[in-house]
């Protein structure tokens, strides 16, 4: 059971890597950056999680946890920006509303 289910994980991390390309390169939509960041992100929990349960001691578990929850607190708020790019609610990314919007996980960090 754990084999299949770190087969099916590996094969979500490498289609999201591979979709998160493809849309960036042919996309022509603003919010292609937003989604492939999002993409990115979430391969990058994936990853974490598939490490996990492959880890043997507990030493191996905490670390890729903590590498795990480095994508986490970021898909939240890029997609918010995919859906308001998506809506047209935003047409052009704001400077400032983007450091608003990343100020929250970024001081999860610190």
């Known amino acids: 059971m754990k084999t299949l289910l770190s087969l099916y994980l590996v094969c979500a991390v490498i289609l999201a890597q591979f979709f998160a390309a493809y ?3 042919k996309g022509r939509n603003s919010y292609r950056k937003a989604f492939s960041a999002v993409v990115l992100c979430v391969s ?3 990853f974490g999680y598939l490490m996990i349960i492959n880890s043997n001691n507990l030493q191996e ?3 890729w946890n903590q590498i ?7 898909i939240s708020v890029l997609w918010l920006l995919v859906a ?3 809506t047209k ?10 450091l ?7 001081r999860r960090f610190s």
């Open 44 to 46: 990058v929990y994936l």
């Open 61 to 63: 578990m905490i670390f």
């Open 89 to 98: 609610a935003i047409y052009s990314p704001k400077i400032k509303l983007e």
């Open 23 to 25: 849309f960036f390169s």
């Open 68 to 74: 795990q929850y480095l994508g986490l607190p970021f």
């Open 84 to 86: 308001l790019h998506y």
């Open 100 to 106: 608003l919007l990343f100020s929250v996980p970024v």
